[in-house]
């Protein structure tokens, strides 16, 4: 039990006070022999001591004050394990994430796939434009009975065997320009 | 503490509740003179709540012991006035130890009246401001002193004793009023 000596407050006049100080022991020994005097001779005084006693008693026995964590608003008590508990958390939640945008087969894994070709498909896009304007050439130039076979093979198999290593967006061009010049031939030739 | 009977269980009676009883005894016997009339009626009452606080009391908070002293003696006392008004010396009739022993029991009329006083007074704690609770949970529960109270809370020592004065009053009240609204 508590017993304050020098930090013991003064005993109020109010003998609800006294009573509350005397039964929770924050008197010092002259101050509670003071009060049992007073206790023997007072009815009074002893009334208020039963009903303060029955009040505190009760409250020791209640769950909202014994059971209750008492957390002062002065002190905050924060569990050091949570900022590491909530990094790990953190870390696996992009593992996880990761992990399932990889995953063959799943949506977001082809979308992934689809954008890591795309680079390499808008070449191939360009390819196919490329030999279907050649084709209508070749075939043009066919039709007229013309002698550039030679150079559209040699031009398709730059353009398609060596897709990877040269720029696919020339290729096309650079078809264009040799049928342009089978063209101007067969004219001058057939002007001629 | 030789004055009172000799039990097996006192063996088992912490220190802090031995130094309890005794700095309650003279309050104790104050209390219970103004109750009984005769000085042995006042003896017989003290053994009678010694017993009980070795059989019942282990599970009280240590800030709360001296009131349930109090409770405890308030209760034997009008028990024994109500046995003294049809019997003539109860405790010398059965036995000192015998009578001990039953007046000690466990009366299951009282323990229900406790069980329902506890919990209309948990209503009455919840409904009171969080700062008097805060007060009220650390001097019964956490057995600070007032002024170890103050000092956690950062308020005046006269505020904590204000706070928990206040919060006891209302207890009180509302208590009371429950109790008028239902008799039962």
Redesign the interface.
């Known amino acids: 039990m508590t017993t304050p000596a020098a930090s013991s407050p003064t005993p109020p006049p109010d003998s609800t006070e006294r009573c509350m100080l005397y039964l929770l022991g924050e008197y010092d020994a002259d101050q509670a022999a003071d009060f049992e005097r007073q206790l023997q001779s007072s009815h009074e005084l002893a009334d208020e001591l039963l009903r303060q006693a029955e009040l505190i008693a009760g409250l020791s026995q209640s769950p909202v004050i014994s059971q209750s964590p008492m957390i002062p608003p002065s002190v905050e008590v924060v569990d050091s394990r949570l900022p590491l508990l909530a990094s790990v958390l953190a870390i696996a939640a992009c593992i996880a994430l990761f992990v399932l945008a990889v995953q063959p087969g799943s949506p977001d894994s082809d979308r992934v796939a689809s954008l890591s070709n795309s680079a390499q498909s808008i070449p191939s896009e360009e390819i196919l434009i490329a030999r279907a304007w050649a084709d209508s050439r070749f075939d043009e130039m066919l039709d007229d009975g013309g002698l550039a076979d030679l150079y559209v093979d040699d031009a398709l198999a730059l353009a398609t065997d060596d897709a990877e290593d040269v720029d696919a967006t020339l290729s096309w061009m650079f078809i264009g320009v040799s049928a342009n010049i089978d063209a101007h031939s067969e004219d001058a030739t057939n002007d001629g | 503490m030789s004055d009172f009977p000799d039990s097996n269980a006192e063996s088992d009676l912490s220190q ?1 509740w031995r ?2 009883f005794e ?1 309650s005894v ?2 104790l016997r ?2 219970l ?3 009984l009339s005769q000085p042995s009626d006042v003896d017989d009452c003290l053994q009678v709540v010694f017993v009980k606080m070795v059989e019942r009391g282990g ?10 002293l ?2 405890v003696a ?1 209760n034997e006392s009008a028990r024994m006035w109500r046995s003294k008004a049809s019997t003539d010396k109860m405790l010398e009739r059965q036995g000192a130890e015998l009578g001990l022993r039953e007046a000690a029991g466990i009366d299951p009329t009282e323990q229900v009246i ?1 069980r329902e ?2 919990e209309k ?2 209503q009455a ?2 409904r009171l401001p969080e700062t008097w ?2 007060v ?12 170890q109270i103050a000092e ?3 308020i005046p ?2 505020t904590a ?1 204000t706070q ?2 206040r919060a ?2 209302r ?2 009240t509302e ?1 009371d009023e429950q109790s008028k609204s239902d008799p039962s």
């Open positions: 802090p130094e309890v700095a003279p309050g104050a209390f003179s103004g109750r599970d009280v908070a240590p800030a709360a012991r001296r009131s349930w109090f409770r308030a406790l006083t506890t007074l948990s704690v919840a609770q805060q009220v949970r650390l001097r019964i529960n956490e057995n600070l002193t007032f002024q956690q809370l950062g020592l006269g004793l928990m004065r006891l009053e207890l009180r208590i």
